[in-house]
């Protein structure tokens, strides 16, 4: 069978295949090296300690709140979204005429601090909030000292 396209069509659609692929007509396939990818990581998840790694999860929300509890008008809860990952994400709040720093700012300036500390996107005009799920070890610790050092300095 002879199929007959633009050149321009042709190219954008080789640009689509598997790495090494030469033609268009199999852009679809699922290549061995994904299939391994997926087995390992399939594998992994049903050896993980689902019950230990939420655990983790929660003393690293735990470790953010309890420093950021220390000073003056600030709240802080732990809450999973009803939306998304089951995972738990740390929000904290502060009284803007004791702190007087937005929540933007502040997820502003932790990101253009060292090291660079990322808010999540769901942070809104009255919450900053974290997620600790994809924190490695020590983590926790860092964005705690920074929060709160961020937080001292707006203090009035």
Same mark, same amino acid.
């Given at each position: 069978?002879?199929?007959?396209?633009?050149?321009?069509?042709?190219?954008?659609?080789?640009?689509?295949?598997?790495?090494?692929?030469?033609? $268009?007509?199999?852009?679809?396939?699922?290549?061995?090296?994904?299939?391994?990818?997926?087995?390992?990581?399939?594998?992994?998840?049903? @050896?993980?300690?689902?019950?230990?790694?939420?655990?983790?999860?929660?003393?690293?929300?735990?470790?953010?709140?309890?420093?950021?509890? @220390?000073?003056?008008?600030?709240?802080?809860?732990?809450?999973?979204?009803? $939306?998304?990952?089951?995972?738990?994400?740390?929000?904290?709040?502060?009284?803007?005429?004791?702190?007087?720093?937005?929540?933007?700012?502040?997820?502003?300036?932790?990101?253009?601090?060292?090291?660079?500390?990322?808010?999540?996107?769901?942070?809104? @005009?009255?919450?900053?909030?974290?997620?600790?799920?994809?924190?490695?070890?020590?983590?926790?610790?860092?964005?705690?000292?920074?929060?709160?050092?961020?937080?001292?300095?707006?203090?009035?």
């Amino acid at each position: 069978m002879l199929f007959r396209s633009r050149k321009d069509l042709i190219e954008a659609a080789r640009l689509n295949t598997s790495p090494n692929g030469t033609t $268009i007509s199999r852009g679809m396939k699922v290549n061995k090296e994904e299939m391994v990818g997926m087995l390992a990581a399939v594998e992994r998840f049903l @050896k993980l300690d689902h019950a230990a790694e939420r655990r983790e999860w929660d003393r690293r929300a735990e470790v953010i709140r309890k420093a950021a509890m @220390k000073l003056k008008s600030v709240e802080s809860d732990i809450v999973v979204p009803p $939306i998304a990952n089951n995972v738990p994400h740390l929000r904290i709040k502060w009284d803007p005429a004791v702190i007087k720093l937005t929540t933007r700012e502040a997820m502003k300036k932790l990101r253009d601090g060292s090291p660079s500390i990322e808010a999540c996107p769901m942070t809104d @005009k009255e919450w900053l909030v974290f997620g600790v799920w994809m924190m490695q070890k020590g983590d926790a610790e860092t964005v705690a000292k920074r929060t709160v050092e961020l937080l001292k300095s707006a203090m009035v």
